[in-house]
């Protein structure tokens, strides 16, 4: 089953389908290392105005986090780029990029990343980043990193650069998105800034004045500078501690060291909330370096290495399936390495660490493609991609069935494009794909489930998803095709999965690391085994190995090369088979890592036992055919499987054929290729018209006609060539086929008629017009086989065209058909084409009973109106078809399940590979095979192993070599840093497991065996039949190693090659092939997968070398031949050898070969890197076996010896021997005439001309030698019996030949002749023309003379053109209309369109036979009625009513209407309102006049005398003054006025009775009085409460005035405060509460008048002199004006000057007090807004609590809003869950109004997304 993601995470609470990007965006929060929780909880520690979320819980934190992301990415989709609202103006914010990929297309210049290229980054867009908030200052950052650390590597960057980036860097991390920090410290870090920063601090304390000048950025606020320092360390210390203790530690000391020299001198002052930031990071710093020593102490004690940490989460939470971010993003997944020495913590560790590994080892390459992808798009290059393949323009073109899910087709290729299709490792069946329709924004995972040639070939895939990953068809898509096969993967990590840990097989060994061997679980103590029997067939090695497996729990056998591994094996299952009753409570499990070594162990076993069976459909060996599962499970299968199995295999064939009846309609609708039948239109309702319109009665032929007519336009040209050839047929004199009127048996002897007759084109010409359509299917019209019958029709064509055959009927009926069928088939496609790229169905009237006069156009866009409903009614039923399809599979593997258990537990032994075991691991848990023997099982990766074991095992064999080939891993950086290429075999062997070497080897001959010992192997005996084997024929050493230094390349997929090593070896393959060895005995082995595809190149050019074996190194792992020739490859400058200094893989290479071994190489090259290579070149050099060239000698001429030093050498052996001729006597007497060569001459073909004599003549024969001798047939020239003499062959009598020279003859019809002189002139046929006249049509007859045949005429069929009228043309006799039939045939009715009037005056196109009276008129009536009036139906109804509208008297109520003519009104047509009668109450009556009259609803008020308890005199309607009873609803009539006073102060408007008697209040109509916080009136009604105000907002500052409403909170000012004189200044932005007080110095300017100012340094200069304006400025206000030293401000924005300690006074009288009221400081005098610089601060204060109390009208912050929303939506949810919707429901909607946002509120947040 192919996924995406989990079935359990793609489905809401309840059950809704989750979209893609919110899987992906979940999935990728799974794997949040430690580092983003240690964010979390230092964003926790930050003061508020770093963390606006307040102290939140871990939980609530992510959920934020997740909340903010998907508000973002909303706010990125739904403004689009260029928006200058609240989207992200045009960029996406890159800090996504983890989760979901920017769009390639997004930019003009096609980068990956959505970014445009690097540039300038420079100091002002620095500074700019210091006005956004954290969030966008994140955004712009991250998304211009690479301009930045172009901006820093520039050749000189200024301090005050460095001091900005700080600033900024202080700025951003404050961000919530601690995934998107993490990002940016780490591009931090990698951009090496810390080392400048370093720099910079250090020399600081030598700066001198010109330095300062230059770095004011700093010395402005040197200590905000140290702390913004802290705070980014800081951050690095809770996010990234590992990278924190390489960066911190260093810059910490820089800062303790610059600090008090600053002090000293700079004299600078700094304040002891710095020297507390760096005490606190001090501590930080030392715990991380304690914690991570007792870390590696701890990791010492349980396994762990020094870099490893806990894991982050539980390894059965992570999905099989990578998620978007592992693959997208060069971010390595948390690991642990393999551990090879000491134990496991437990059996979690160890699962964990095998689950993690090998999962990192797939994902690892298809991350590793897919950047590489990224970056060669970025940089525009064009290379290979080594790990995947990426196929552009993917398009779905609909759903197939498929064995057990629904299948998606797609046209993944071009057809041919990919060679090889059968043979090659693309698209294995279980591939993994991944397809992304956006350029890897979204990507969906799914598996190849089909893998069928036929759509392979034409370039087409099937894939299948999870349930509920749907595909949209006709959308393009890109695919990612990873090389690693996924399907073992896949298997191995989901059995990992499934693994008890409380019941671990073999836990004390495989976790424990136990090393001492004890008795299998089911032998007895005491226990021992006799090996009397097994001494003569086992060596003193083997019997050791032996007698330890046999009686060990736990036990490992090594075989070197050859030492008989398969065979001691074999015979530890013979003897363990004998001895079954002591462990046989289930089958022995055998495994394998290849299907080759498991067929070869398992047919070892078949001479010791038949109860055998082998699990999986990859077996090669005829032997075990009759031994597979499959086999098996329909042999003698019990009742109650039998039946249960065949139900439910039949429910799953019945469903597969409905899924693949609807499949196929699918799939033929999305192609648009053919017309699809009416009658399923019809079968599925698709319009309710249809079932009684003349489509469902209509025969397929007249539907396909009505569908297929056409006007001529376009097609003029064509049907003008219809009709030439239609004319050229009928003038033409010759009939061709007089057998199908006669039968005529003369004819035979006309060589012209017989190769006519043999070139009859197969078409029936009765049906000319008709062209072959097959109805009976599921198309009217069929595209592709249309395309069929014109090549058909092509063929023949061709065909009677090449034997001058263009003129006759069946050449010219052929055109006639092709030029018919092109017009149609072009036509069909081009209006399929239409109907594909139209949108949406079209509106079209439809005549269901007569569409024979619909448009041409019309009836085709009907009849797409009627195939996408098909579509959307065929869709859905496939879809409900699927999920019941799944099921019932689901249910059918499951009794097969049982039933392969029910099989297996009664068998011997069961034999299957890692990848099968893996994928039966739940059946072999449930079967518990207490003794696996594993074969190759150094080969094997450790979980394959693992996996296959069940918790009854009680006995496990080992048996390989783990100085051989290791386990295949797919990424070597895995395998390198974390062990995973160390198998279960050789972990056991390096903790001290003992293990069992066997020491005699029977495969190679001596030379080559030392090759590996003691180099490799210190102990390996040679077997004295190795000793024997022959020398290799042609060439005088068995062993020799070729040294060259011709140079590698490296191939298109980054592996290596050598051309002339591969161009060698084949030469040698041929040459030794040449000298009598088969093909099959001699392999060449490639050290690397580029060299063997060269290799089998060149290989194809020789045939004598198609059996020959060429494998890859790493495939040829325990297989041995004769000969191997091996190529190393590697040859290069920098003298690298790669994996061929391992031990493994030269142990491997060099122990393949029997007879003889042949090596390339570069062997000084190979020496110095690898010991072992040393010792073989002096094993080489000792044999004489290393040098420049091989020596060959020829076989034939001993002497004759040749040095093949490079390949044009082997011209001087071309046939395998020497240049001299054979010269060998043959059998025929002739000489051998080949060079020298040492195959037979048994086959030899000899090409001398041939001697011997043929006849009697003496005749020689004139073939070559080898031909054999055949009849002499040399021409001589003989008489005749007849009397004519000819030529005739030597062998021929004269009796024997047919005369065939021309006689002239007359012939029983009397006409003269010419015969061939062996003719009869009775059968011979008369060439002259019949001279009849036919009757009745009077024609004369095309046929040659035939007296003897029908010599009257009466079964002759004339062919001509047909000279009568059509049936039923009812045209004059000048104008009647031809038949176009052939004479023969009966005439059609003439259905040719003419203009026809009916009875009415209107005219129809209509058949010339029709009655045009038998067509419903449908058009507009022209008679008139009897009203004078014209008739408005249509024709073809009755006329009348009138329905013309004219002004009528209802009689009734005599009111004037406008009505029909044709009826007659009544009172209820009356539209009046007024009714003119009077009530009995004698009031009129109130209700419309068409409304029947009632006192009932007389609503006049009328007096009433009542006690009323208000006592007033109430009014109440008519209808209700004979109550008695006072109800509140008579008292709600009272009219008199209510008069109270409200609560407002305001007089209640109100009147007795809607006041309910002064009980209540109607709400007051007054507008309120009251005065706003900001000092403008309130204009809300009275009822309501205060809202904002709407007026221009007055607050202004010396560089702008705020531009909002002035209830909208204002944005502060961000330019430098004005507040600056001699005597100070102040530091901070305008906004922000100056951090110097104001000046109190005497302003020293002059007024006008000369006097001194009476105002401050600094303020407005007041307007008021103290000694001329004297009386103003003394005039008591706040009492303090007369003093001497009396200071002054002026209120410029209301000119009134009062004296300044009164207005410190006024403005800060309740600043002590603990209730302060929220207000604007205001003029004592006149209550405006005070504007005064002075009192800037007061301002400020007093603006900062306005807009508090705004902020708390528009709501909090985003982020808590969306909480809060979201926490109430859920109450409300589950309320309605546990108390019902129909309980509290007016309360419930009052909460979800509630939290419904205001459109206001939004507008005033650009991140919030609204709910």
């Not at 919530?176 to 400048?196: D, Y």
């Not at 914690?291 to 390894?315: I, M």
């Not at 990192?360 to 790990?387: H, N, T, W």
């Not at 035979?748 to 008629?753: E, M, Q, Y």
Request: charged residues 25%.
């Amino acid at each position: 089953m192919s996924r995406r993601f989990p079935a359990d995470r793609g489905r809401g609470p309840n059950n809704q389908r989750i979209p893609r990007r919110i899987l992906n965006n979940a999935s990728s929060m799974e794997n949040v290392n430690n580092d983003n929780d240690n964010f979390r909880r230092w964003s926790r520690r930050l003061p508020n105005s770093h963390n606006p979320r307040g102290n939140l819980s871990n939980a609530s934190s992510m959920e934020s986090v997740n909340v903010r992301d998907n508000e973002l990415r909303h706010n990125w989709r739904g403004q689009g780029q260029g928006s200058n609202s609240n989207g992200f103006r045009g960029r996406r914010p890159d800090h996504f990029r983890s989760n979901r990929l920017p769009n390639t297309d997004s930019r003009p210049d096609g980068r990956p990343d959505g970014r445009p290229r690097v540039g300038f980054f420079g100091f002002k867009k620095l500074e700019e980043l210091l006005t956004k908030n954290p969030e966008e200052a994140l955004m712009t950052f991250l998304s211009n990193i690479e301009k930045v650390d172009n901006y820093l590597k520039s050749v000189e960057i200024s301090p005050d650069s460095i001091v900005l980036v700080v600033e900024v860097l202080a700025n951003v991390i404050k961000s919530v998105f601690a995934e998107s920090v993490a990002q940016l410290l780490l591009a931090i870090f990698r951009i090496n800034f810390f080392e400048p920063m370093k720099s910079y601090i250090m020399q600081l304390p030598l700066a001198d004045s010109a330095k300062k000048n230059k770095g004011r950025r700093f010395w402005n606020d040197p200590e905000q500078f140290f702390l913004n320092v802290a705070l980014i360390l800081d951050a690095f210390v809770e996010v990234l501690p590992t990278t924190a203790l390489d960066i911190a530690p260093e810059i910490v000391k820089a800062v303790l060291y610059t600090q008090p020299n600053l002090e000293t001198d700079h004299r600078l002052v700094f304040s002891n909330e710095m020297g507390i930031a760096y005490e606190d990071l001090q501590l930080k710093l030392l715990q991380l370096v304690e914690k991570k020593d007792k870390k590696k102490k701890q990791k010492e004690n349980l396994g762990y290495t020094e870099e490893e940490e806990p894991p982050p989460n539980d390894f059965h939470d992570i999905d099989v399936y990578p998620t978007a971010l592992e693959i997208t993003t060069r971010t390595s997944n948390y690991l642990r390495k393999n551990v090879i020495k000491g134990a496991y913590q437990d059996v979690h560790h160890y699962l964990d660490v095998q689950y993690r590994l090998l999962r990192e080892d797939f994902v690892a390459p298809l991350r590793d493609g897919i950047c590489e992808y990224f970056e060669m798009i970025k940089d525009g290059r064009k290379q290979k991609l080594s790990s995947i393949k990426i196929y552009k323009d993917v398009l779905c073109l609909g759903v197939v069935p498929n064995v057990n899910q629904v299948g998606y087709l797609v046209q993944a290729f071009k057809p041919k494009s990919i060679r090889n299709l059968e043979h090659t490792k693309r698209f294995m069946f279980g591939s993994l794909v991944c397809l992304t329709p956006d350029n890897f924004t979204t990507i969906i995972f799914g598996k190849i489930i089909d893998r069928d040639m036929k759509y392979l070939n034409i370039g087409r895939l099937v894939l299948g998803f999870d349930v509920g990953v749907e595909l949209d068809i006709n959308r393009m898509y890109d695919m990612v095709e990873c090389s690693i096969y996924f399907e073992p993967y896949y298997q191995v990590l989901t059995a990992l999965k499934q693994m008890d840990e409380q019941r671990f097989p073999l836990k004390e060994y495989l976790v424990e690391v136990r090393t001492e061997s004890e008795l299998p679980g089911y032998l007895p103590a005491g226990s021992h085994v006799d090996l009397g029997h097994e001494t003569d067939s086992l060596n003193p090695s083997q019997l050791a190995a032996y007698e330890a497996a046999m009686m060990s729990k736990f036990c490992i056998v090594q075989g070197p090369p050859g030492t008989g591994k398969t065979y001691l094996a074999l015979k530890m299952a013979r003897d363990l088979l004998e001895r079954k009753k002591n462990w046989m409570k289930a089958p022995m499990l055998v495994i394998c890592y290849t299907n080759h070594a498991l067929d070869q162990f398992l047919e070892g076993l078949l001479p010791y036992t038949q109860n055998l069976v082998r699990v999986g459909g990859q077996c090669k060996n005829e032997n075990l055919k009759n031994f597979n599962l499959r086999n098996l499970r329909v042999k003698n299968v019990p009742g109650d499987y039998f039946n249960a199995q065949r139900a439910s295999k039949f429910e799953v064939a019945n469903c597969s054929r409905g899924l693949s009846m609807y499949g196929s309609i699918l799939q033929a609708i999305n192609e648009y290729t053919s017309v699809l039948r009416f009658s399923s239109f019809n079968r599925f309702d698709v319009d309710p018209e249809f079932g009684g319109s003349w489509f469902a009665r209509a025969k397929p032929t007249e539907l396909l006609e009505w569908l297929l007519y056409q006007p001529n336009n376009g097609n003029e040209v064509k049907f003008a060539d219809y009709e030439a050839v239609t004319q050229m047929i009928e003038k033409l004199n010759i009939e061709d086929n007089q057998n199908a009127n006669v039968e005529d048996d003369d004819t035979t002897d006309d060589p012209l008629n017989g190769q006519i007759k043999q070139n009859q084109l197969d078409i029936d010409r009765d049906e000319d017009l008709q062209i072959r359509y097959d109805v009976e299917q599921k198309d009217l019209f069929n595209v592709r086989k249309a395309e069929e019958n014109m090549h058909e029709l092509a063929k023949e064509m061709n065909r009677l065209s090449a034997v001058g055959l263009e003129n006759t009927i069946d050449y010219l009926t052929a055109m006639r058909k092709m030029i018919k069928l092109r017009i149609d088939y072009d036509y069909v496609c081009q209006k399929l084409r239409m109907l594909r790229q139209q949108e949406g169905e079209a509106t079209i009237y439809v005549d269901y009973e007569n569409p024979t006069y619909m448009p041409a156009n019309d009836r085709w866009l009907l009849y797409g109106n009627w195939v996408r409903r098909y579509k959307n009614l065929i869709m859905d039923l496939y879809l409900q078809k699927d999920v019941e399809y799944r099921q019932l599979y689901a249910k059918f593997t499951e009794v097969k399940d049982m039933l392969d258990l029910y099989k297996l537990k009664n068998v011997d032994v069961i034999g299957m590979t890692t990848t099968g075991a893996a994928r039966l691991h739940k059946t072999l848990q449930a079967l518990g095979c207490p003794i696996v023997i594993v074969e190759e099982a150094a080969e094997v990766l450790e979980a394959h192993i693992t996996t296959a074991l069940s918790p009854q095992c009680e006995h496990l064999i080992l048996i390989g070599d783990h100085k051989q080939l290791k386990p295949s891993t797919a990424d070597y950086t895995i395998t390198r840093d974390y062990n995973l290429g160390v198998s279960l075999f050789e972990r056991m062997v390096m903790n001290g497991l003992h293990c069992h070497t066997l020491d005699v080897q029977h495969r190679m001959r001596p030379e080559i065996a030392n090759l590996v010992c003691p180099s490799i192997y210190k102990v390996l005996h040679n077997h004295d039949s190795v000793k024997l084997y022959p020398d290799v024929r042609g060439i005088d050493a068995p062993l020799y190693f070729v040294t060259h230094d011709h140079r590698e390349t490296e191939s298109q997929d980054r592996s290596k090659e050598n051309q002339f090593e591969a161009e060698y070896l084949i030469l040698l393959a041929r040459y030794l092939t040449l000298n009598n060895y088969d093909a099959s005995r001699i392999t060449i082995i490639a050290a690397y997968s580029g060299q063997w595809f060269v290799l089998r190149a060149l290989k194809k050019r020789y045939h004598i070398l198609r059996d020959m074996r060429i494998c890859i190194l790493d495939n040829f792992q325990g297989e041995e031949n004769d000969i191997i020739l091996l190529s190393l490859v590697r040859n290069n400058e920098a003298g690298k050898n790669g994996f061929l200094n391992l031990e493994n893989r030269i142990c491997v290479a060099l122990s393949r070969a029997k007879h003889g071994m042949y090596i390339l190489g570069n062997m000084p090259q190979l020496c110095n890197g690898s010991p072992i290579w040393r010792e073989v070149s002096t094993v080489l050099e000792k044999y004489d076996a290393l040098g420049p060239y091989l020596t060959v000698r020829c076989v034939n001429h001993p002497d004759n010896v040749t040095h093949l030093r490079d390949t044009a050498d082997f011209d001087k052996v071309p046939e395998g021997g020497c240049l001299k001729i054979c010269a060998k006597g043959l059998a025929c007497g002739h000489k051998c005439a080949k060079l020298c060569h040492s195959t037979s001459h048994d086959t030899y073909k000899c090409h001398q001309p041939c001697t011997k004599v043929l006849c009697e003549f003496g005749h020689i024969c004139p073939d070559k030698c080898f031909v054999e001798c055949d009849k002499c047939k040399v021409p001589k020239f003989s008489a005749l019996p007849c009397g004519h003499s000819r030529d005739i062959p030597c062998y021929q009598l004269p009796e024997e030949v047919l005369c065939d020279v021309k006689v002239p003859t007359t012939l029983p019809c009397g006409h003269q002749a010419e015969k061939p002189c062996h003719a009869d002139p009775i059968s011979f046929r008369c060439p002259h023309p019949c001279e009849a006249r036919v009757e009745p049509c009077g024609h004369s007859c095309s046929m040659l003379c035939h007296v003897r045949k029908d010599p009257n005429h009466e079964k002759y069929m004339c062919r001509k053109q047909c000279v009568n009228s059509n049936n039923g043309c009812t045209m004059p006799d000048e104008f009647k209309h031809p038949c176009q039939k052939r004479c023969f045939e009966t005439c059609d009715v003439c259905c040719v369109e003419v203009k026809k009037r009916r009875s009415c005056d209107h005219y129809y196109d209509v058949p010339c036979h029709a009655d045009v009276e038998d067509v419903q008129c449908k058009r507009p009536c022209k008679r008139k009625l009897l009203c004078e009036h014209n008739c408005t139906n249509i024709c073809k109804d009755p006329c009348g009513p009138c329905k013309v509208k004219v002004p009528k008297i209802i009689s009734e109520c005599g009111h004037t209407i406008q009505w029909e003519c044709g009826k007659q009104p009544d009172k209820s047509n009356c539209k009046n309102k007024a009714c003119p009668a009077i009530l009995d109450c004698g009031h009129p009556c109130p209700l419309p006049c068409k409304q029947k009259c009632s006192t009932a609803v007389c609503k006049i008020l009328v007096p009433v005398m009542l006690n009323a308890p208000c006592g007033h005199v109430p009014k109440v309607p008519c209808y209700m003054r004979s109550e008695t009873v006072i109800t509140n609803e008579l008292l709600s009539f009272c009219t008199a006025k209510c008069s109270a006073v409200l609560e407002c102060a305001h007089t209640c408007p109100g009147t007795c009775g809607q006041c309910a008697q002064g009980r209540f209040h109607v709400a007051c109509a007054e507008k309120c009085d009251k005065t706003l916080i900001c000092g403008h009136g309130c204009v809300t009604p009275c009822v309501e409460n205060c809202k904002p105000c709407t007026l221009p907002c007055q607050y202004k500052c010396e560089h702008s005035g705020c531009t909002k409403q002035c209830g909208v909170p204002c944005t502060p000012c961000s330019e430098q405060c004005n507040r600056n004189c001699p005597h100070q200044r102040c530091s901070r932005t305008c906004g922000e509460i100056c951090d110097v007080q104001p000046c109190k110095e005497p302003c020293p300017k002059l007024l006008d008048c000369l006097h001194e100012c009476i105002g401050f340094c600094g303020d407005v200069c007041p307007p008021l002199c103290r000694i001329c304006d004297k009386n103003e400025v003394t005039e008591v206000f706040f009492g303090t004006e007369d003093e001497e030293d009396a200071r002054f401000v002026y209120l410029a924005h209301c000119n009134h000057t009062l004296e300044s300690s009164g207005l410190d006074r006024c403005f800060g009288a309740d600043e002590d007090n603990d209730v302060q009221e929220v207000k604007i400081p205001r003029c004592p005098k006149c209550t405006a807004n005070v504007q005064v610089p002075r009192y800037r601060d007061y301002i400020k204060a007093a603006h900062k609590n306005v807009e508090q109390i705004k902020q708390r009208y528009f709501g909090g912050h985003p982020r808590e809003l969306t909480e809060l929303n979201r926490a109430l939506k859920k109450d409300i949810q589950d309320a309605k869950k546990v108390y019902g919707e129909h309980v509290c429901t007016k309360v419930l909607e009052f909460f979800e109004d509630k939290i419904k946002l205001p459109t206001r509120r939004i507008n005033a947040r650009t991140t919030l997304n609204p709910i």
